[in-house]
């Protein structure tokens, strides 16, 4: 039996992973999950299932979710997060929260010694160096559930790292692929919402759409497999069908292919290194590829500049994505100043070479705040 706990189960890939265990129960026993603002789902979820400690957005539900449901051990906010992540008994921690409220869990986590199935990206762009140094020295394992990231950790099994030319991550392009820089000015919230081949959190879909989430994915790819970037690509394939590939030092190429359905890569990394039964049939009809374009999708060369340099500089460009993100998504901002407001925040940031954790977290809130403040007042 596999114990485990899910951060952000109300959310996307949450109760996608819910769905994974509720195929197989007797494999999972649930020991904690974090909940959302949203009641309906909440309860919906807490009827299925019965973890020993729930971790609640505000510390104001947790009365009446005590009194509900009186064997569960409520806790709250950012502090009920963490004591998920130091709860003492071992389990599989995978974080499916959005943002960089993910980082500090994901590091208490590994110090409890807890293995992670990482969906929550953001923690590796903004604190990779770190969390690569936590996992070493607490001896942990930590499975990514991003598709790209998934795929390619299945095409690098039995292969060695010296033999790897370079990794191709793809891209959907996302809502506004088919549009020019001109016709951005005048897209929607409601219009940037609409994926056209995942159904996906509202942050990071925006991400999608800006191409920052493909940014951030070279960020993760670069921790996870430990490549410089120059040898991490991406290209535009439309159907989302081919999620990753490596190019081999003889000329040969793996690619990994699966339909788009994220319970294939959550799947893979809850039963890692077995494979369970799952029926999502693939079609091989069409498959396209163009490349990137960074003129279009400038926010993508920026994360490579920046990973580039390193430093603070990711957590810089991330907390101003977030913040921006934020904006737009309260109608505050247009689609297109979310670029804006990224490349002026990394452009006047100040560097630190080797940022700490506190160092990372203070910035981190430092620039999220001063985009907030300036942009809300307009
Ligand atoms: P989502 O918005 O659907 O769900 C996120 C959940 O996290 C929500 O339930 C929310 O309540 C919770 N949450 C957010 N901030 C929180 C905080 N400060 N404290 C407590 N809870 C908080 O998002 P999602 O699409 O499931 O994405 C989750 C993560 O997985 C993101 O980092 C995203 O980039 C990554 N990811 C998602 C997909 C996908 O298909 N959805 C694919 C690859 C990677
Ligand atoms: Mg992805």
Redesign the pocket.
């Known amino acids: 039996m596999k114990y485990l706990y899910i ?10 992973t819910l769905d994974v265990i509720k195929e197989d129960p007797k494999q999972f026993y649930l020991i904690g999950l ?5 009641d309906d ?1 909440n309860d919906q979820i807490l009827q299925d299932v019965q973890p020993e400690i729930v ?1 609640l ?1 505000y510390e104001n539900q947790i009365e009446r979710y005590q009194k509900r449901y009186p064997h569960i051990t409520f806790v709250a ?2 502090e ?2 963490i004591k998920l992540a130091t709860y003492p008994k071992h389990g599989l921690f995978m ?5 960089s ?2 980082l500090l869990p994901t590091v208490k986590a590994i110090e409890s010694k807890k293995d992670i199935a990482l ?4 923690t590796l762009v903004i604190a990779g160096d770190i969390i690569n140094e936590l996992i070493k020295k607490h001896g942990v394992h930590l499975y990514p ?3 790209e990231h998934s795929s390619i950790w299945q095409l690098l099994r039995g292969e060695d790292l010296s033999d790897i030319d370079k990794l191709v991550i793809t891209a959907s392009g996302g809502s506004f692929r088919d549009l020019s820089r001109e016709e951005l000015k005048n897209v929607t919230k409601k219009d940037a919402l609409k994926h056209p081949n ?8 925006i ?1 999608s759409a800006t191409m920052m ?1 493909k940014g ?1 994915e070279v960020i993760e790819a670069h921790h996870l497999f430990h490549l410089p970037y120059h040898q991490i690509e991406t290209v535009l394939h439309r159907e989302s069908l081919i999620h990753g590939l490596i190019f081999l030092k003889d000329s040969t190429i793996k690619a990994s292919l699966a339909s788009s359905d ?1 319970r294939i ?1 959550i799947a893979y990394a809850l039963y890692y290194p077995e494979r369970r039964v799952h029926h999502a049939p693939l079609s091989l009809t069409d498959l396209h590829f163009q490349p990137m374009d960074f003129k279009r999708y400038p926010l993508l060369e920026l994360a490579y500049k920046v990973g580039e340099r390193g430093g603070i500089l990711p957590t810089v460009m991330n907390a101003a994505n977030e913040a921006a993100v934020k904006l737009f998504l309260e109608d505050h901002i247009t689609f297109i100043e979310i670029e804006k407001i990224v490349f002026d925040a990394v452009e006047h940031a100040t560097q630190i070479q080797q940022p700490t954790l506190e160092d990372i977290l203070r910035v981190n809130k430092e620039i999220q705040n001063d985009i907030l403040r300036q942009y809300e007042k307009r």
């Open positions: 951060l952000g189960a109300a959310g996307s890939i949450g109760r996608q974090s909940l959302g603002s949203h789902i971790s957005k906010g950012e009920g997060l974080n499916a929260i959005s943002g409220a993910g969906a929550n990206k953001e559930v991003d598709s995942w159904s996906m959190g509202d942050k990071i879909t991400d989430n951030l994220m890569p």
